[in-house]
């Protein structure tokens, strides 16, 4: 049985994937593939290979977890499932801990090489959405104001666009929690629209369901929302730029040197990654004329960012 991670990131539609696998769950069953994602993870499947109390060690915790697993995948196997696919982006962390820290994963090495152990090695592949970093931080404050947070202050705007960590940095820092692990990347700008393209990557597989392939969930609110959002819990609504569509908190220099750093990672992701993971970019016909064009500025889920500061 193939074993295959999806690990986000946040802000890559991830949710509209998790749907996708959720309504054709007992198609994909049929095909031999098992896909679960944070109703799963997050209730327990999971639990402990991050810890998550320091009342219990966290060696103890993670012993856990593995024995949890072990059983887990016994019973797939017993049931003739030839891939199980994990879906769950808080696998990697939180976006609002990467506001925080004002940098991408910056705790991604650690955390997933527990998940390494917690699978005790059964993992084969680890699938990486990456997205373009202005685009990204972008959809995150939208949802971050949206849920009542206040709008980022022009230092950490200015501390995200002059970032030197990258996502050449977290696919290093992947390679290094997995070794022996095949690391799969998809762009967002690409992938965001097509599940069913992920899912056929991701397992090898081809003629995966076409159903529920297009549903958006939790998109990140448009300007024009987040100004009525934000006077509605008596906020200033001429604090956001006046217009309509994808709002982008940052300047113009400031987005051509992210997208800069963006093309320069794309460049070492297609020159080979030094042979530790693999760009996948092509995606074939799967459109037809009937199939509405994928929002790719807005998809994705808040991730918890409701609960806790960007501060």
Not at 80 to 98: K, W
Not at 265 to 286: K, Q, S, Y
Request: hydrophobic share 40%.
């Amino acid at each position: 049985m193939k074993v295959t991670l999806h690990i986000g990131a946040h802000r890559t539609a991830t949710t509209s994937f998790q749907h996708y696998l959720s309504e054709n769950s007992k198609r994909l069953r049929a095909l031999g593939i098992c896909a679960i994602g944070p109703d799963q993870t997050r209730g327990a499947l999971l639990t402990g290979i991050v810890p998550q109390t320091d009342d219990i060690p966290a060696q103890v915790q993670l012993d856990q977890a593995q024995r949890r697993l072990a059983l887990y995948l016994s019973r797939l196997r017993s049931e003739d499932v030839t891939h199980l696919v994990v879906s769950d982006e808080n696998m990697i962390g939180a976006v609002c801990r990467n506001l925080h820290m004002q940098g991408l994963y910056r705790d991604l090495g650690e955390r997933m090489a527990r998940f390494y152990m917690g699978f005790d090695g059964s993992i084969d592949r680890v699938v990486l959405s990456i997205r373009s970093p202005e685009s990204y931080w972008a959809s995150a404050f939208a949802c971050a104001v949206s849920h009542g947070h206040r709008m980022p202050e022009t230092e950490l705007l200015a501390a995200l666009s002059a970032a030197q960590r990258s996502w050449r940095d977290v696919i290093l820092d992947l390679a290094c929690a997995l070794p022996g692990v095949e690391i799969q990347v998809m762009p967002y700008e690409i992938f965001g629209g097509l599940p069913e393209r992920v899912l056929e990557h991701m397992t090898g597989l081809g003629n995966m369901p076409r159903l529920h392939a297009r549903a958006w969930l939790a998109k990140s609110p448009p300007l024009e929302r987040l100004r009525q959002i934000t006077s509605d819990r008596g906020g200033d609504p001429n604090a956001l730029p006046e217009g309509v569509g994808r709002w982008q908190p940052f300047g113009a220099e400031q987005v051509a040197v992210m997208r800069e750093t963006y093309a320069d990672d794309l460049f070492w992701l297609r020159a080979g990654a030094e042979g530790l993971a693999h760009i996948v970019e092509e995606t074939g016909p799967v459109r037809t004329g009937s199939d509405p064009a994928p929002d790719l500025t807005t998809r994705g889920r808040s991730d918890g960012i409701e609960k806790r500061s960007l501060a």
